[in-house]
T-cell receptor
């Protein structure tokens, strides 16, 4: 069982608002990821990080930004939310010596109205 | 890049029957194939995985097979139970540019009918 936490779990916000989705893991994993998933649909990688001060864009273009100032924390920010940002955002992490296992958080459901 | 196809997209089985989900991948360099189960409102959870040097792996009612030559792998669930109902994702993993790239399938919604 992996210890990776996301907050908030559910959020409804108005268009134009700034929102930060929090992700924390207590396992000391160096690699962390953000995936976007629409209901019942496939997972799309939007951001990843190799470690502190390392962030990269994923396969799916996203208007969100991420930061990695501490190993355990990988927040995702939307400066100005739009209805098209409505989706589920999944945070994940992987340890260097765990083989290739990726552990997911419970997800953050974002609705922009 | 890697392309992973997953079939079927939906699957309904009677409780006690077996369920099989199949995935194919395109890049022969992929060497790790995990399966995830995602229940409603939750994040995906790893249920079983297989590495390219192994042809089959079993964990209680769940088994995964890998055919490297044909580039396909399958998830087998025997004696299905209602709590097996969920969306299942396969994935293929490969090293690319110093980064372990994971490509997910499109998911299979499994419904086990009591």
């Amino acid at each position: 069982e992996a210890d990776i936490y996301q907050t908030p779990r559910y959020l409804v916000i108005g268009t134009g608002k700034k929102i930060t989705l929090e992700c924390s893991q207590t396992m000391g994993h160096d690699k962390m990821y953000w995936y976007q998933q629409d209901p019942g649909m496939e997972l799309h990688l939007i951001h990843y990080s190799y470690g502190v001060n390392s962030t990269e864009k994923g396969d799916l273009s996203s208007e969100s930004t991420v930061s990695r100032i501490r190993t355990e924390h990988f927040p995702l920010t939307l400066e100005s939310a739009r209805p098209s940002h409505t989706s589920q955002y999944l945070c994940a992490s992987r340890a260097p010596d765990s083989g290739n296992t990726i552990y997911f958080g419970e997800g953050s459901w974002l609705t922009v109205v | 890049g890697e392309n992973v196809e997953q079939h079927p997209s939906t699957l309904s089985v009677q409780e006690g029957d077996s369920a099989v989900i199949k995935c194919t991948y395109s890049d022969s360099a992929s060497n790790y194939f995990p399966w995830y189960k995602q229940e409603l409102g939750k994040g995906p959870q790893l249920i079983i995985d297989i590495r390219s040097n192994v042809g089959e792996k079993k964990d209680q009612r769940i088994a995964v097979t890998l055919n490297k030559t044909a580039k396909h792998f399958s998830l087998h669930i025997t004696e299905t139970q209602p709590e097996d109902s969920a969306v299942y994702f396969c994935a293929a993993s490969i090293w690319s540019g110093g980064y372990q790239k994971v490509t997910f399938g499109t998911g299979t919604k499994l419904q086990v009918i009591p």
